[in-house]
Structure formats: C-alpha cells, structure tokens
C-alpha cells in the first residue's frame, strides 16, 4: 500500500458575502509531486477553518500547501504531527504555518498560558503579534508555465542540516512566491536555508518536520523532498520509528 499524504490546502474563506466563495483550493502540482514519488495524496479539509482531529487518523505523513493565510486548521495538523512522530513537509505557506505553531509554544511558555493552542493563536492576532512580516523583492515576476527561471533567487543551505542532507548542495536557486517571510526563528526549529537577504528560506525539526519558503513543487529539481516525505510516511505506516516530540515543547 503507498503512504496516504494528507495534502493540507489554502483557504478563501469569510472573504465577502457570497458563501460560494468561501472555498478550499488544491493547486495541482502538489498531489502531482507526492503521487509521482510514490505517495497517495489526500485532500484535509476543515469547517469554518477548523479540523475534526479524526481527519489527520488516515494519513501517515502531511503536506502543508502554499497559500495566503494560516487557519487554525493549519496549526492542528503540526500539532498531530509533532505529537504522533508523523513526517510533515510544509513548502511557502506551510512553512510559515510551522513556524507559527512554535510561536504559540513559545508565548505558552513565557505567560504560563493555560489556553489551548487554538485560543492562544486568536489571542496572539488580536494583540496584533505579527507572525510574518514583509518581504520586499522576493515575488517580483509573476510566474507562467515558461518562465520559472526569472521568478528565482540563490537559496543558501546551512551544511550539516537534514535539508542539506536531502538536497546535496549548499546553494540552490528555488522559486521565489511570497510576500512575506517568518518573523525569526522559533525555539524548537533549526534554520536549515537563507536567502541573500537574510529572509528564512528553510527550517527543520529532527528528520520529521521540514520547511521551505520556495517552491519545489513547481520543478522536478527538487522531488528529493517530495521523495523523503513519502518514504518517512511509509516506514511509519509500517510501524518504523518517527520523531514523536511533545507538542509543548520548545527546547
């Protein structure tokens, strides 16, 4: 049986008064990258933004979609996959996503916070704490089917990192799409990428928790990633060893 990928999409949601806009979008790349590897992606979808954990039961390993804005949805599922020792490979958005869970976890730690996850994340927003913040000159051209080329910059990976493992290289030049970049680096993440800029390109947790603000789903350079998430998932559907780490924890 291949490893069941729970694919974690954007969300369009509350967005204006018509609710048949209020939609989940898959970008195709995404399943077509994890079926191409060997995995069986599955579509994780929420109401109102927010999962029924029985969903995440299914997969043996997850895919953190690009997009344009962290649900609670999103946190839910690095929680499931901290907790569980699941692989989660979370590209753009996905990145960004992970490193507003341990975001969380740090402000748990610091205010002795006995909010769940969830309520801590709405306080957090409503205090106007700024998860990410601009990145100037990082989505430039617009891309098209033909030319991905004009859309990247040099991404430099920090040797001896699990990325710099899977990718082989210490510079790569991925596909720059975003607006905005991880305001620092949490505890409990190791930076594992850079760009020139300074911007946070990748981070990592152990072998199981992954992160990259570029996007390899676009091209074939990159399946190493799509490749590892997939024979993670499949070892643990087997019952092979996962990184299982408290969800509280913050080292």
Not at 88 to 94: H, R, W
Not at 187 to 203: P, R, Y
Request: aromatic share 8%; with cysteine.
């Amino acid at each position: 049986m291949r490893p069941i990928i729970g694919l974690v999409p954007t969300a369009k949601l509350f967005e204006g008064e018509d609710p048949f806009k209020d939609q989940y979008v898959f970008v195709n790349n995404y399943p077509k990258r994890i079926l191409e590897n060997g995995g069986l992606p599955l579509g994780i979808l929420s109401a109102d933004g927010s999962l029924d954990p029985e969903a995440l039961e299914p997969c043996q390993g997850f895919l953190l979609c690009g997009g344009g804005k962290i649900w609670p949805y999103h946190l839910q599922v690095v929680g499931h996959a901290l907790q569980t020792g699941k692989p989660l490979l979370g590209i753009c958005l996905g990145m960004q996503a992970i490193c507003a869970y341990f975001r969380v976890q740090e402000a748990r730690l610091r205010r002795q916070c006995t909010l769940d996850d969830l309520e801590l994340f709405a306080a957090l927003k409503q205090e106007r704490y700024m998860f990410n913040l601009p990145a100037p000159g990082h989505w430039e051209v617009p891309i098209t089917r033909e030319n991905g080329e004009e859309t990247k910059h040099p991404v430099h990976i920090q040797p001896g990192t699990y990325l710099h493992r899977l990718l082989g290289r210490e510079e790569v030049r991925g596909i720059s799409l975003h607006n905005y970049q991880v305001n620092g680096l949490p505890l409990g993440l190791t930076l594992s990428a850079l760009a020139q800029d300074g911007v946070i390109e990748g981070i990592e947790r152990g072998n199981s928790i992954l992160g990259v603000q570029f996007h390899p789903e676009v091209e074939r350079e990159f399946d190493c990633l799509f490749a590892d998430l997939v024979e993670k998932s499949r070892a643990y559907g087997r019952g092979g060893p996962g990184d299982c780490i408290s969800p509280r924890a913050a080292d």
